[in-house]
């Protein structure tokens, strides 16, 4: 099981990036998908996520700033931030949860930086 994070970068306050998250070696449909943020010095905390039909969670933090979508036929999971700030810099990590069991996969991680 393989997830390649990707889309981080360097944007300034305000700014938008969306980050992919592409799955391989699951049955991406008995996954529900999330997405995990750490910050330096930080412990990880949840951000968001959406189940296998759409239906999507958010952390507070990211109501009405950051989406979850995923294309099940791409097998890729998707967060799209808007209205970056300074406390948005962290690396993001993208999670695979498993329907009815603990089992769930990390992927390695992309960095946003925001800069004010």
């Known amino acids: 099981v393989q997830l390649q994070a990707s889309g981080g970068g360097l944007v300034q306050a305000g700014g938008s990036l969306r980050l992919s998250c592409a799955a391989s070696g699951v049955d991406f449909g008995t996954f529900a998908m999330g997405w995990y943020r750490q910050a330096p010095g930080k412990e990880r905390e949840f951000v968001g996520r959406i189940s296998r039909i759409g239906s999507t969670y958010y952390a507070d933090f990211a109501k009405g700033r950051f989406t979850i979508s995923r294309d099940n036929a791409e097998i890729t999971v998707y967060l799209q931030m808007k209205n970056l700030q300074p406390e948005d810099t962290a690396v993001y990590y993208c999670?695979?949860?498993?329907?009815?069991?603990?089992?769930?996969?990390w992927g390695q991680g992309t960095l946003v930086t925001v800069s004010s």
């Open positions: 999670n695979a949860q498993k329907y009815g069991t603990t089992v769930n996969y």
